[in-house]
């Protein structure tokens, strides 16, 4: 991942609307959301919501796909495996110190 689009990632998530609609998301896993669901979990208005889900997809956070009359959206897990990886990149000095995805570092 190159550093410009690490930028971008870690400045849409620098907001709190935007890192509770990207953490919810990912929470939804790969089914995604709707707008409405979006908006109705977080209690945060349409526009308000609108504003902040063009700001992550525009970083690539989150893609978008139309089924039918509505717009799911998704958080983009490639992207987000690539920016953690960039961040965690030399933890341990480099060296290998993640045993599982869900095991913390033991710097």
Same mark, same amino acid.
């Given at each position: 991942?190159?550093?410009?689009? !690490?930028?971008?990632?870690?400045?849409?998530?620098?907001?709190?609307?935007?890192?509770? !609609?990207?953490?919810?998301?990912?929470?939804?896993?790969?089914?995604?959301?709707?707008?409405?669901?979006?908006?109705?979990?977080?209690?945060?208005?349409?526009?308000?919501?609108?504003?902040?889900?063009?700001?992550?997809?525009?970083?690539?956070?989150?893609?978008?796909?139309?089924?039918?009359?509505?717009?799911?959206?998704?958080?983009?897990?490639?992207?987000?495996?690539?920016?953690?990886?960039?961040?965690?990149?030399?933890?341990?000095?480099?060296?290998?110190?993640?045993?599982?995805?869900?095991?913390?570092?033991?710097?």
């Amino acid at each position: 991942m190159e550093e410009q689009q !690490v930028v971008r990632s870690l400045a849409a998530l620098a907001q709190a609307h935007r890192l509770k !609609v990207f953490r919810l998301l990912v929470v939804a896993g790969p089914q995604g959301l709707t707008p409405g669901a979006i908006a109705e979990a977080l209690e945060v208005p349409a526009a308000t919501l609108s504003f902040h889900l063009k700001e992550l997809s525009h970083a690539g956070l989150v893609t978008q796909e139309r089924i039918s009359r509505n717009v799911v959206y998704r958080a983009a897990f490639e992207q987000m495996n690539e920016l953690l990886a960039f961040l965690t990149e030399n933890c341990c000095l480099g060296e290998s110190c993640l045993q599982t995805q869900t095991s913390p570092c033991r710097c």
